[in-house]
């Protein structure tokens, strides 16, 4: 099977929607062990999905807030006492206080900023750099994305947060390739997820992608995204790192907004 007798760990699983899930899902479904992350009030969201994963015990939850640095060693100390090793790492983690959002850009204050910065695109850094010890050559780290090459209406703070995303992944790409380890991100299209909803204007995306997408796309089908993440966690993408991977339905590359799907 793709990811046969490698250990996932997965962050940012809440409910049963969130990409991370459907990760988790087809990692298990594909022969690796999977581990999750969890943290604070949210940790019981994340131990209640746990359960509704295909496998007949739920997976181990690490307790992580990825902007506690101590919390994120301690994962890679627990693997090395273990003598195991983490062989591929979904860095699904993004957040931006709600003055970074909706059309707020000019007004956002640094604090804000900062935490939207710190949580949505440092934090990329800080989990592989804090894991490196217990990764192994071979190892692989996809990291969550949305395009952030344009501006988007009402993304704000966030389209510059993933841009620092998509910037750190491409540095981390260039210091962890000498030890075997590549870092990719995959930009997925617009998907109903509880993240999602707390963007303003959300639906505006969805309605957009339905028009211009040459494929077509379904914003309650987060599979396709899960399975193209599995890949890049497999050995099957091991002369590929520094990439973003868009699996979008075609969006991305189209120029004009009308699509093959209108009428």
Known sequence: MLLDGKNILITGVLTDDSIAFHVARVAIEAGATTYLTGFGRTRSLTERSAKRL???EPPEIFEMDVNDQAQIDAIAAE??????????????????????????FLKAEWDDVAVALQTSAY???????GLLPAMAEGSSIVALDFDATVAWEAYDWMGVSKAALEATARYLARDLGPKGIRVNLVAAGPLKTMAAKSIPGFTAFGDAWRRRAPLGWNESDPVPVAEAVAFLLSDWSRAITGEMLHVDGGYHAMGSDRGSHDE
């Open 54 to 56: 295909p496998i007949a």
């Open 79 to 104: 693997f090395r006492n273990r003598g195991e090793s983490i062989d591929g790492v979904l860095h699904a983690i993004g957040y931006a206080p709600a003055d970074c959002l909706g059309g707020n």
């Open 123 to 129: 934090s990329l850094k800080a989990l592989a750099a």
